[in-house]
């Protein structure tokens, strides 16, 4: 009887240690099994792909993750590569994806693709990049009234480069061209990587590229920034004006953001928010973006960027609708 007792209750306490266990690894917090996929929306050497990479170095060095994040590039179709993978990988929690405003600019340009940015798992807000417009020192120009005016009169000889058809870039050169009144070749390349290349090379005029995009030229003198379409002065670029102090109402900044295929499990959405919030507020990134002129003072993240998203979808659509889908492409 005793020796079946004791049976009895050694079975009973195996049987609870292994409820216990069970009940331990089902609520132990998430963290990455494998790689994680780093898609990026844009070619290399470009805005996005720096950031994407700075903070890849930022998790690998600060030792943020059990499992590397690797970075992918994703260009094709003004983004719409990158968006039908993301959306492929429903349900994938070790996939995540750098975004700009092609996030919402290619959906609503190329409806075919059935893509819901709304279906999304929005992760974190990284910062609002900026735009300045870039010519070089041999251009002899120093001033936006001097440019619109060698513009007006180069016509459609004056080539303006940028990232895409239908992207940020193309957006605001319509909305420069409706509020100037002058009509310019734009010519779309891969990255603002490329395109800050071209403009030094001389086969392109001017652009308006991020400043992380130009900076490397524009500390070595090889490229000029005659205005910035903030609301305000960036320190970065100080004895840059604005177009809006400059009596032009052009004011225009880039979201750049993390975000998840649809169907990420709760687990993981938490972990890549606390994640990629702790990237945001290291003195690196801090630093990145205080030298570079970017926007990096708040943190949006989880359903405050759902409703970012939402806001800036619908900005988009009327920036479009305002200035013309032809105008954007250059068809």
Known sequence: MKKSLKKLIAGIGALSFCAVASVGVADAAWEPKKPVEFVIMAGKGGGADQMARLMQGIIQQNNLSPRPFIPINKPGGSGAEALQYL?????????????????????????????????FTPIGRM????????????????????????????????????TGSGQEDSILTAMMEAEFGYDVTYIPFPGGGTVAKNLIGGHIDSTVNNPSEQSEFYRAGQSVP???????????????????????????????????????????????INLFKTVFDSAEWQKFCNEDGIDCATWVG???????????????????????AKAITGE
């Open 127 to 162: 910062a609002l990049d900026t735009f300045l417009l870039w010519v070089r020192p041999d251009s002899g120009l120093k001033t936006l009234d001097e440019y619109v005016a060698k513009v007006k009169a180069a016509g459609k000889d004056w080539k303006v480069g940028g």
């Open 302 to 324: 989880g359903a405050d960027l759902a409703a970012f998203h939402k806001t800036g979808y619908e900005r988009h659509k009327a920036l479009i609708e305002k200035v013309g």
């Open 226 to 272: 005659l205005v910035q379409f903030n609301d305000e002065r960036s320190p970065a670029y100080a004895d840059v004006p604005t177009a809006k102090e400059l009596g032009h109402d052009i004011v225009y900044y880039m979201q750049r953001s993390i975000n998840g295929p649809p169907g990420m499990s709760a687990e993981a959405t938490e972990w890549y």
């Open 87 to 119: 959306k492929s990988k429903s349900g994938d929690d070790h996939v995540v994806m750098v975004t700009l405003n092609s996030y919402y600019t290619t959906p609503i340009m190329q409806p075919e693709l059935g893509i819901d940015i709304n279906t």
